[in-house]
């Protein structure tokens, strides 16, 4: 059975930093390519990083880039979400995906794993 399990989010004052974590267990292959997206209410659920299997490309939304950073550390199955410079437009419940193979795809529907969300708040 596979899980994604996020971690690391809560409420942060704007400018601040948070760093979100996602552990994976039972995946069928350790090749596989890891986003996070995020879904404030009333919104669709968008992408905003995504990292290959080793590490070696990561892609980001416009409205991230800068502030946030994707990483992955595969000995332990791990991905990273380091965000700063937090807006309030950042408030959102953030979740982790991951895909098999392939590219980094923006679109939620590539990705067949998902974790359950963690909440991230910013204040004004």
């Known amino acids: 059975q596979v899980q994604l399990v996020e971690s690391g989010g809560g409420l942060v004052q704007a400018g601040g930093s948070l760093r979100l974590s996602c552990t994976a267990s039972g995946l069928p292959s350790s090749i596989n390519t890891r986003a996070w997206f995020r879904q404030a209410p009333g919104q669709e659920r968008e992408f905003v990083a995504g990292?290959?299997?080793?590490?070696?490309?990561?892609d980001y939304a416009d409205s991230v880039k800068g502030r946030f950073t994707i990483s992955r550390d595969n000995a332990k199955n791990t991905v990273h979400l380091q965000m700063n410079s937090l807006k309030p437009e950042d408030t959102a419940v953030y979740y982790c995906?991951?895909?098999?193979?392939?590219?980094?795809?923006?679109?939620?529907?590539?990705?067949?794993?998902w974790g359950q969300g963690t909440q991230v708040t910013v204040s004004s």
């Open positions: 990292v290959t299997w080793n590490g070696g490309t990561t």
């Open positions: 995906a991951a895909k098999l193979t392939g590219a980094i795809i923006s679109g939620p529907q590539a990705y067949a794993y």
